[in-house]
């Protein structure tokens, strides 16, 4: 299994990352014993371990993990609502809005099956088989796939209109496929209530934000009003511990 990383490329076990602290009040009343048996001892173990083994500090780090990925969620759902409606309103002016099942339009296995699930769930419910059903019914992965090498050809003819920089150049696809594919690993970890502590959080916000002006100004600004990151992000820097290997 591939070692967890802070900064993609490089395992946190070799890197020490500053963080900012914020201070997070923990009941003293609270059962750390409890505590360690409600969130199991290998995941809060982690905590423990960047903590030194002061566990009122491991749940202190775990509170703040719960809070930067609570803060994440508005920019990472924007970005994946704003690349989504981006992609299809693409394939649509130039195919129809039903272009996903078209023989030779999705190439990777994976999209094909996330397909065949959805429409079988629909058929199953007796809902209406809509391009906005399915759409919405289709994963991230679905979607950073569509600029992954497999649609480079797609990218050159028909995607490569679904984002321009702020001077309004256009885009090369590894230009989004890159930054979305360490993104999508973030979001995972979030989606699956993983620390992202070891992540350097500031830079992957960063990134969603340019990613989604790209896609959209309009849904970055709000992405960014709606945000609270920079506000719960820490302002005093910590050291993590990372003496033993993740």
């Given amino acids: 299994m591939p070692e967890a990383e802070t900064v993609p490329g490089l395992p946190s076990r070799n890197i020490r990352q500053p963080l900012i602290?914020?201070?997070?009040?923990v009941n003293p009343l609270i059962n750390l014993d409890e505590i360690e048996k409600a969130l199991s001892l290998e995941r809060f173990g982690r905590y423990v371990e960047w903590a030194r083994d002061d566990r009122n500090r491991a749940l202190e780090l775990y509170i703040l993990n719960t809070h930067l990925s609570e803060t994440l969620y508005v920019p990472l759902q924007m970005l994946e609502v704003v690349l989504r409606n981006r992609i299809h309103a693409v394939m649509t002016e130039v195919r129809h809005e039903m272009w996903f099942m078209d023989n030779g339009v999705l190439v990777i296995d994976h999209q094909k099956e996330q397909l065949t699930k959805a429409l079988a769930d629909f058929n199953r419910n007796s809902k209406e088989i809509t391009a906005g059903r399915v759409v919405s019914a289709m994963t991230f992965s679905f979607w950073t796939s569509m600029v992954s090498p497999d649609y480079e050809d797609i990218w050159q003819t028909t995607l490569n209109p679904i984002a321009r920089r702020q001077?309004?150049?256009?885009?090369?696809?590894?230009?989004?496929?890159?930054?979305?594919a360490q993104i999508r690993t973030l979001r995972n970890r979030i989606a699956h209530h993983?620390?992202?502590?070891?992540?350097?959080?500031?830079?992957?916000y960063t990134n969603i934000l340019t990613i989604t002006e790209w896609l959209s100004p309009a849904a970055a600004e709000l992405s960014r009003t709606a945000s609270r990151f920079d506000q719960v992000y820490p302002a005093e820097p910590i050291i993590l511990n990372w003496n033993n290997k993740p």
Avoid: C, M, T, V
């Fill in 21 to 25: 602290k914020r201070k997070q009040k």
């Fill in 167 to 180: 001077n309004g150049k256009g885009l090369r696809r590894k230009d989004l496929a890159s930054p979305l």
């Fill in 194 to 204: 993983e620390p992202i502590l070891q992540w350097d959080l500031p830079k992957h």
